[in-house]
């Protein structure tokens, strides 16, 4: 397994940080470039959870790591949290069940739509000024966010 030196996760978690934070931050357009010193690195409080991110995680787990933290909704994306293992090991499973879960969904959205009597593009029609029904089904958690 090939593992980042911390400064290295350091970078990495600025830029995708920007990404997700700013709206004119495009991580792959400025592939990864960010402005960070070693010195500014070092003088981190968190200095030790970044070397524990380096050393359990590979190159490309140490990306879907940060990104797994920042999409949960954290702003700064809980990557240095208690629960940001969690949160990355809950993402790899939805990652990796990804097919099942939309045909799960689907299968879902294709039962209501019987039952109901209507239309696939209804489900996403407000009516009566409420929320259209597949935003309904996904607040309900009927189906996935990967599949609204």
Request: zero cysteines; hydrophobic letters at 40%.
């Amino acid at each position: 397994m090939i593992t980042m030196e911390p400064y290295e996760v350091y970078r990495a978690y600025l830029a995708l940080r920007l990404h997700f934070t700013t709206p004119t931050y495009d991580v792959i357009k400025q592939q990864g470039r960010v402005r960070a010193s070693k010195q500014s690195f070092f003088k981190r409080k968190d200095l030790f959870a970044i070397k524990k991110i380096s050393q359990e995680y590979s190159d490309k787990e140490v990306v879907d790591f940060l990104v797994a933290n920042f999409v949960s909704g954290d702003r700064w994306g809980g990557v240095f949290d208690s629960e940001a293992k969690e949160t990355y090991l809950d993402w790899k499973r939805r990652i990796e069940s990804i097919t099942y879960t939309f045909d799960k969904d689907l299968s879902t959205l294709s039962r209501i739509m019987e039952k109901n009597d209507i239309e696939f593009p209804i489900l996403f029609q407000p009516i009566n000024n409420n929320h259209p029904a597949i935003l309904k089904l996904y607040l309900k958690r009927s189906i996935s966010i990967e599949t609204l």
